[in-house]
Nanobody, 124 residues
């Protein structure tokens, strides 16, 4: 079992930055692929970024590539999402997830554990 709690969301102007954190509990955290997803009103939850257990392999959605960076600290059981050059279309609830899928084709059903989400709002 893995429990996930996100933090770091908020309101930021376009072009600004935010760093999201996801604190995990559970003894097997380091064995899971960790991912970030987001969901805007009226839209399906979508993949944002995924990291392998040692951050050696990472995948990003095309819409965030070059602007967002996923990282994890297994000793602290925490995964991060650094978001730079934010755009209004990045506005969404961001969710942290743990699972066994690793690849750009991973989607919501591939992840077993989810956080409650944190709101990110980017104003124009």
């Amino acid at each position: 079992q893995v429990q996930l709690v996100e933090s770091g969301g908020g309101l930021v102007q376009a072009g600004g930055s935010l760093r999201l954190s996801c604190a995990a509990s559970g003894r097997t955290f380091s064995t899971y692929t960790m991912g970030w997803f987001r969901q805007s009103p009226g839209k399906e939850r979508e993949f944002v970024a995924i990291s392998s257990w040692n951050t050696g392999t990472r995948y990003y959605a095309d819409s965030v590539k070059g602007r967002f960076t996923i990282a994890r600290d297994n000793a602290k059981k925490t995964v991060y999402l650094q978001m730079n050059s934010l755009k209004p279309e990045d506005t969404a609830v961001y969710y942290c997830a743990a699972g066994g899928c690793l690849g750009s084709g991973c989607s919501v059903p591939d992840f077993d554990y989810w956080g409650q989400g944190t709101q990110v709002t980017v104003s124009s």
